[in-house]
């Protein structure tokens, strides 16, 4: 996500579902070790509950993309820890998520 003075800041994501979790591994000086910071991310108030297969995020840490077993993509923000859009892909389910140059994104699912 970011750099302090020397050390790097990383950012991962968790889907322990129906979950879906944002950390930012952070350096403090006072301690003189990595902190770990997790923010959960918000849903919709009902009927949104999924079981994730595969997840990325953008170079940035800005943005994650998400295939469910229902066939879903969710797109998450990151710098919000929101919910943004589901889109419904396949009916069996998204197995595979693949980031691409050039802010493409390959999906493999299905059943065959």
């Known amino acids: 996500r970011g750099r302090s003075r020397r050390n790097p800041t990383y950012s991962l994501v968790t889907t322990p579902s129906p979950l879906f979790r944002y950390h930012i591994l952070e350096f ?3 301690s003189m070790q990595y902190v770990l910071k ?4 918000q849903f919709p108030s009902r ?3 999924r079981t994730y297969m595969s ?4 170079n940035l ?5 998400s295939g469910t077993e229902a066939g ?7 710098r ?3 919910f943004r859009t589901r889109i419904p892909i ?4 998204i197995s595979s998520v693949v980031k691409a140059k050039d802010n493409v994104v390959y999906l493999g699912g299905g059943d065959g």
Do not use: H, K, Q, W
Request: aromatic share 6%.
């Open 28 to 30: 403090e000086s006072r």
């Open 38 to 41: 997790t923010y959960p991310c």
């Open 47 to 49: 009927g949104l509950s």
């Open 55 to 58: 997840t990325i995020m953008d």
């Open 61 to 65: 840490g800005e943005s994650a993309i």
């Open 72 to 78: 879903d993509m969710l797109v998450f923000s990151m």
């Open 80 to 82: 919000n820890s929101v």
């Open 90 to 93: 396949c009916a069996s389910g």
